[in-house]
């Protein structure tokens, strides 16, 4: 191996990152990382640490050949001054050097890769069949699991619920754009979806639990907070639940970790994304699937990887 030469990092942007994976692409990225030899039990724990007027996340991750880290800056008060809550640079690395390949724009590839997982668990945990979509959010996740979920089934409708009218019926109106027959979500809705996502910033759950069927699908990927949850206790404890990694659920997944401390889920009951992928976890038909998403620094590698390529470029 000879010596590593000076090649300055590629620089990809938003526009860049868009235009290299799409949803059906980096739905593949991440479910062929979860079929290789790669555990997401050894994937680094998130650091999260106050600073200024919010706080930074720091997510490093080594897959095989590739090294990187996610710096992402939460700012509460950013809306005010007109710049995005959460903010993000990637930096991709050779694993054998650690010398820098790529650097991204971050936010894009977060809101690429974690509907990208979330398509992945659903995938296995809906119905073969499943053709109705609630989905609780407006914003730029919600809109990317709408596109993430139209991928995997054939949706004949899609309920969308958020606290401003005006925003669901814009996005009532993309939705509708892709082709999809979509409507602003309606009381009883909860009772007949196939698929219901939760991508909202929400602390306490947005409905109740006891109203979803049995076989239906949920996906719950709004925070990473262990005092904050999309989903009640009651619908945790009569689920099947699958999440990225037990350990990381315990650490950061509020809707487990309240279902835990309220009596109503056992933490030995807790299924990984991985084995459900490997087929040593099929969806269960007589109570509903949960799947819950927290994100992890993996995912934002194994992505990263498909945006540059799969070769380091300046390892002679």
Known sequence: MGA???????????????????????????????????????????????????????????????AGIKVASVGPNNPEHGRPRIQATYVLMDSLTLSPQALMEGSLLTALRTPAVSAVAANKLAAPDAGTLLVFGTGLQAWGHIEAMAEIRTLSEVWISGRSARKVEEMVGKARGLGLAARAAE?????????IVCATSAGEPLFDGSLVKDGAAIVAMGSHETDRRELDANLMGRARVVVEDVQTALREAGDVVMAIEEGRLDAGALLTLSNLVRGNVARATDRPNVFKGTGMSWQDLAVAVGVHGDTPRNVA
Do not use: C, K, Q
């Open 4 to 66: 590593a030469t000076e090649t300055a990092p590629r620089w990809y942007g938003s526009r860049e990152v868009a235009a290299a994976i799409s949803p059906a692409r980096a739905r593949a990225l991440i479910e062929a990382a979860l079929l290789d030899d790669f555990d997401p039990a050894n994937d680094p724990a998130r650091v999260n640490t106050p600073a200024g007027g919010g706080h930074l996340l720091l997510m490093p991750s080594v897959i095989g050949a590739w």
């Open 187 to 195: 009381a009883g809705d909860v009772e007949n979806a196939d698929i």
